[in-house]
T-cell receptor
Framework: DTGVSQNPRHKITKRGQNVTFRCDPI?????LYWYRQTLGQGPEFLTY????????KSRLLSDRFSAERPKGSFSTLEIQRTEQGDSAMYLC?????????????FGPGTRLTVL | LAKTTQPISMDSYEGQEVNITCSHN???????ITWYQQFPSQGPRFIIQ???TKVTNEVASLFIPADRKSSTLSLPRVSLSDTAVYYC????????????FGKGTKLSVKP
């Protein structure tokens, strides 16, 4: 399967703990995105990378959140000192910019539950 | 980025054609219109994209009037497996970093 993969699929943690999620994009895609989705809402943009450069960050991405994409391949999203409001589905997507619309391919998501 | 407005929910029966209309009054000249589909516990999946007039692929058609202030996603002969949330998005193509999703339209297909 050459789609976008995310690990873990589910994460349960206690408030105050740190968590890290991983996303492996489609190999030839140079753009990688992170979104957050809560129940009944559409995905909300968090940040995106073009290759290893983080080009845009949403104001939703507080200082407790950090994302990296070393070497322009996989990416990690870390949440420090988790809060119950961080409970959500975290989605990763990738795309290949070619001058036309960059169709984004989404992974299955990581569901975070903060107790 | 343009905001979109679409119905919160729609019901249909198997075999019917379903049309979901999206309003985007402030669409910009460079914006494309794109629809994504999302099943529970999965990430969204691209369905179709267009700029003007009509676009058709193997799963759907997209109708865009001349003023481009609205668009209609048409799903022919829906089945139970088409039950999902459908999102209408507008954006300016390759230069756009992120996608802006609304709440989408929850389509329920009944037998």
């Amino acid at each position: 399967d050459t789609g976008v993969s995310q690990n873990p699929r589910h994460k349960i943690t206690k408030r105050g703990q740190n968590v890290t999620f991983r996303c492996d994009p489609i190999s030839e895609h140079n753009r990688l995105y992170w979104y957050r989705q809560t129940l009944g809402q559409g995905p909300e943009f968090l940040t995106y990378f073009q290759n290893e450069a983080q080009l845009e960050k949403s104001r939703l991405l507080s200082d407790r959140f950090s994302a990296e994409r070393p070497k322009g391949s996989f990416s990690t999203l870390e949440i420090q000192r988790t809060e119950q409001g961080d409970s959500a589905m975290y989605l990763c997507a990738s795309s290949q910019t070619d001058g036309s619309y960059n169709e984004q391919f989404f992974g299955p998501g990581t569901r975070l539950t903060v107790l | 980025l343009a905001k979109t407005t679409q119905p919160i929910s729609m019901d249909s029966y198997e075999g019917q054609e379903v049309n979901i209309t999206c309003s985007h009054n402030n669409i910009a000249t460079n914006d494309y219109i794109t629809w994504y589909q999302q099943f529970p516990s999965q990430g969204p999946r691209f369905i179709i994209q267009g700029y003007k007039t009509k676009v058709t692929n193997e799963v759907a058609s997209l109708f865009i009037p001349a003023d481009r202030k609205s668009s209609t996603l048409s799903l022919p002969r829906v089945s139970l497996s088409d039950t999902a949330v459908y999102y209408c998005l507008v954006g300016d193509g390759g230069s756009q970093g992120n996608l802006i999703f609304g709440k989408g339209t929850k389509l329920s297909v009944k037998p």
